[in-house]
Each structure stands twice: as structure tokens, then as C-alpha cells.
């Protein structure tokens, strides 16, 4: 499972690695329903006979879902998309992400990373502002990059940050760009943002494997190859790569018993608190499985995971002897 703040993406892998039941959804600010969505989807796909051996987590909400779906391994995004990069291109050099809400770059030298970085303080060069424009141009997402290789005489959008494109496309526009043109620079600016911003300083490479929901945009694939002058290897599953790197990375697990799906079925629960044991005061997120507590994070000393397992002694004492404990 590879689970981000826009989009929810899922696979089974048979023993050899290939993919036999995928999902790819919309979070929409939910990872835990959008999971089980996921989770339920997959099982349909597969033969009843079907038994699921591992489970791997990653994306930014990998801890929560790990702890949900009681995942073998709970992996960064890096590791994730390099291992399942590897699985399908294993003389990669660099590998361009770009997701809904970040990006990232990440170099590898014979099959180890040895680089990488990460954009999360800028939307300009994410597929959420892609959306957002696409939206305000009329236009389905998903056909913006057709739109884009029909320009004639691309605009030229400003890709400093968000406000900024936005601001220009909205000039541009009433300049009497065409929409194709528009769409076209629009395409150019979120390359030119990466470019700067994430690949900063980068020493671009040779196999270039470009992935993330934005790789399905084919004026993007064009406007890299524009600028860096070399070929962009986008992989049919190139929006799943997370996904199957957390997969590979959960294999040689040894669970007790296999992955039940039926685990969606139950009730999960987040609850946020502050931490007054100390000056820190942390912000902590306890995770319930009906009414049980699975896990928390978020503190900086044992002090908030403590006052939360011993919260949910209470709990339990209550539920079982019918005393009411004042917590």
C-alpha cells in the first residue's frame, strides 16, 4: 500500500514480482476509508484460492496504515520507489517523482541510492496544482497532456510558487492565449519549478525513469525531455512504483498467519491530543481498532506514549468491571 495525501494506490504481487490486482483512488483527506476501498478492490481481483503472504506500507501516511492493515514492513518513499524502480529498471540512474502534494528526486549508482530530495514547501510542481489549474481552465486532468502536444506557441508561465503561475495563467488568459498554449506552458512551468527546485544542484543522469500520478501526463514527459535533453522512461505502472516497492520490500516477512482482508471490516479510529507531561508538548495521534489502542506517535519522550497506554489500562478496567475511571 502506498498511501498519500491525494492518492491511494495498491498492488498484489505474485512470487515473481509481477502485479496481479491493482488500485489506484483518491485519499480525498481519508487514507483509512480509502484504504479499505483499496484493500476491498484487490480482493475482488484476485482468485479465491489467494493468500497473502506480506504486507508493506509507505507514503505519508505509511505509520497510520501500517498499523491498521498490520503491515510486515513500514517504509519511507524513497526506499519504496527505489526498490520497486529497481524491480523493473535495475540500470536507473535517476528517478523523477511527482505526486499529488510532493516530489521528489532520487540518484542511484549501481542499484544503490545514493541521493536524493524532497519538495513539500511548494505546490507549483505538483500534480495538485495541475488539478486545480485544470479545473479553473474547464478542462478533465486527464486531458491536459493531449491538450498540451496540440500547442502551437506555448505560454510562458511564471514557476516560481503557486501563486505566482497562478497569477500569470490567469494574465495570460485574458491576453487571448489559446487553451492549448496555456496548458502547454503550464506543463513547461512544472518542469522548470522541479528543475529548480528539487533537482537543484542535482547531477541528472542517464536512464531517467520518470514516475507519480504526473508521469501519465504526456506534456510534462515532453517539457523533461525538452530541458534535459534525453530519453523519459515512463513505465505502464509508473503511478504504482510506491506501491510495488513496498510490496518487494515486505517479502521473506514470517507471519503468523496470512493477511486476512476481513481486517477492513472492523472499526478504526484516530484521536489527537497534546502531551502535557513535559515542556515539548507534543502533539500525539493514538490509533484504535474498535475502541483497542494499536499505537501512537508523535512524541518526543516515552512521557506521551506512556499516559496513552496507560489511558487505555483505564479503558479497558472500565469496559471489563463497569467502573467509571475519571482519566
Known sequence: MDVGSVSTKGVVLDS??????????????????????????LQKQLPASASIRSVGTTGSARKLIGAMLEADSVKNEITAHAKGTLSRHPDVRTILEIGGQDSKIILIDNGVVIDYAMNTLCAAGTGAFLSSQAKRLG?????????ALQAGHPARIAARCTVFAESDMVHKAQAGYAKEDLVAGLCDAIVANYLNNVGKGKRIESPVVFQGGVSKNRGVVRAFQAELGSEIHVDADSHLMGAVGAA???RGAVRAKP?????VDLCFQTRAHTCPGCANHCEIISFYRD??????WGNRCEKGRAAEERKEDYLTASRNTGRAWKI
Open 259 to 263: 493477511f486476512e482482508c476481513a481486517i
Open 16 to 41: 515473481n514480482g509481477e502485479i496481479i490486482a491493482a488500485e489506484y483512488l483518491w485519499t480525498e483527506g481519508d487514507p483509512v476509508t480509502a484504504t479499505k476501498k483499496t484493500v476491498l478492490s
Open 291 to 296: 475502541g483497542v489502542l494499536l499505537d501512537s
Open 139 to 147: 478542462i478533465p486532468v486527464e486531458e491536459l497532456g493531449d491538450m
Open 248 to 250: 518487494l520490500l515486505s
